[in-house]
């Protein structure tokens, strides 16, 4: 199989089979030339951020209200007026609750009026023994329900005004 016959092996083959140690050098070029243009670039449009200022927040203060101040003597005097646990603190009196319902005793409607009864159906009672084999299936007794509605006949008539218009041809 390795034989190659000699009028084979002098015909120009196909594709070239030889290494492409050009296509290779020309790769590794290109390469070496992106890497370094890649380098220039960041180098020249590198960023710079500034440095960041805090701003720090300022101390918290206490202020204490006394009374040596006539501001402080005006604000105490209001509080004291507007004082909230003095309107939690009075009292109703017990006969006056919230929301209190009127007593009303209830009155069933049947003390009114006394509702008519029906009367029952007859009870018919069928004392025959069953039959061990029926002539058929056992019958369902249902009371037919009344319609609301009475079937109306469909209707449809056409002029020949309109079939002319709509080209129907009258045979």
């Not at 300022?58 to 006539?70: D, M, Y």
């Not at 209830?106 to 509702?115: C, G, Q, R, T």
Request: net charge negative; glycine share 0%; proline share 13%.
């Amino acid at each position: 199989m390795n034989n190659m016959s000699p009028d084979l092996a002098t015909e120009p083959l196909l594709f070239s089979w030889d290494s492409p140690r050009r296509r290779r050098a020309a790769i590794l070029a290109f390469l070496a030339l992106s890497l370094m243009a890649h380098a220039v670039c960041f180098y020249i449009f590198q960023v710079v951020y500034p440095p960041t200022v805090t701003l720090l927040p300022p101390p918290a203060r206490v202020a204490l209200i006394t009374p040596a101040s006539e501001e402080g003597r005006t604000l105490l005097r209001w509080i004291e007026a507007e004082d909230p646990a003095v309107a939690f603190t009075t009292h109703r009196p017990p006969e006056a609750r919230l929301r209190a319902l009127p007593k009303v005793e209830h009155v069933p409607s049947y003390y009114a009026m006394e509702p008519p009864l029906k009367e029952l159906p007859a009870l018919e009672v069928d004392l025959r023994a069953p039959d061990s084999q029926p002539p058929d299936a056992v019958p369902f007794i249902r009371q037919k329900s009344v319609s609301a509605a009475s079937l109306i006949p469909t209707s449809v008539s056409f002029s020949s005004a309109n079939l002319e218009k709509l080209d129907i041809v009258f045979l």
